[in-house]
């Protein structure tokens, strides 16, 4: 099994910078364990369905993001750490939201049902 911890949510203002992270553990985690992983962001706001943000391939070399938020966020991973980074700049009210992290054995993708593993969440409110 694999836990996920969201961590750096906090309340902003439009125009600002975040970054949330993504740590990682389990039983059997050594450093490395976690570039068996791809790793993907959504989020979730009030009265909406959750949403795919982008993605991050096992070692880093790939990345995918929703038109929503491409050229604005840019997804980093420090797989010795077992560490995966959401850096959010240009920050917009549509950006508040619950942001998740989620992991699986497997290929890029945006479907938030491909995922086997997530984490609790972590806010990001963005005041206009």
């Known amino acids: 099994q694999v836990q996920l911890v969201e961590s750096g949510g906090r309340l902003v203002q439009v125009g600002d910078s975040l970054t949330l992270s993504c740590a990682a553990s389990?039983?059997?985690?050594?450093?490395?364990?976690?570039?068996?992983?791809?790793i993907g962001w959504f989020r979730q706001a009030p009265g909406k369905e959750r949403e795919f943000v982008g993605t991050?391939?096992?070692?880093?070399?790939?990345?995918d993001y929703s038109d929503s938020v491409k050229g604005r966020f840019t997804i980093s991973r420090n797989n010795a750490k077992n560490t995966v980074y959401l850096q959010m700049n240009s920050l917009i009210s549509e950006d508040t939201a619950i942001y998740y992290c989620?992991?699986?054995?497997?290929?890029?993708?945006?479907?938030?049902?491909?995922?086997?593993?997530w984490g609790q969440g972590t806010q990001v409110t963005v005041s206009s």
């Open positions: 991050i391939s096992q070692l880093g070399d790939s990345t």
């Open positions: 989620a992991a699986r054995p497997g290929p890029k993708s945006g479907l938030s049902s491909r995922y086997d593993y």
């Open positions: 389990g039983r059997a985690f050594t450093p490395y364990s976690l570039s068996t992983y791809t």
